[in-house]
């Protein structure tokens, strides 16, 4: 898996039959301002990341993302790499993800 996934690649690999965990890292207080997340997702707290990774499955590859796909989900994905896990970011983030059309759901809470 290449560290960077385009939104056309990560919507072929959810319409795959091993599609990826994907995880909204945008940071709390972002989170808490937004009103949706790409379908599918779970938010996770990137300030946290050191707790719910452990419990991830290292067979299943992951994508994270954040509003613009730079530091945070970039940072994230690096750190997950480094568990050895098989993780990558979304290039551009939610942004270019709703830009494009990408499903999204409404938000309904969020998990640590």
Same mark, same amino acid.
């Given at each position: ?9 990560? $919507?072929? !690999?959810?319409?795959? !039959?091993?599609?990826? &965990? ?8 972002? %989170?808490? #301002?937004? /009103? ?13 990341? /050191?707790?719910?990774?452990?419990? &991830? /499955? $290292? ?11 730079? #530091? ?7 750190? &997950? ?7 990558? %970011? ?15 759901? !409404? ?6």
């Amino acid at each position: 898996m290449s560290h960077a996934h385009t939104v056309a690649q990560l $919507q072929a !690999a959810l319409a795959s !039959a091993t599609p990826p &965990l994907v995880l909204d890292v945008r940071r709390a207080p972002t %989170f808490e #301002q937004a /009103d949706e997340l790409i379908a599918g997702a779970v938010w996770r707290d990137p300030e946290r990341i /050191d707790e719910w990774s452990e419990g &991830l /499955d $290292q067979a299943v590859p992951v994508v994270v993302y954040c509003v613009h796909g730079h #530091q945070v989900s970039q940072g994230c994905s690096r750190k &997950l790499r480094d568990l050895g896990l098989e993780a990558a %970011f979304l290039e551009g983030g939610i942004e270019a993800w709703i830009s494009t059309g990408g499903q999204t759901t !409404a938000k309904t809470g969020a998990s640590t």
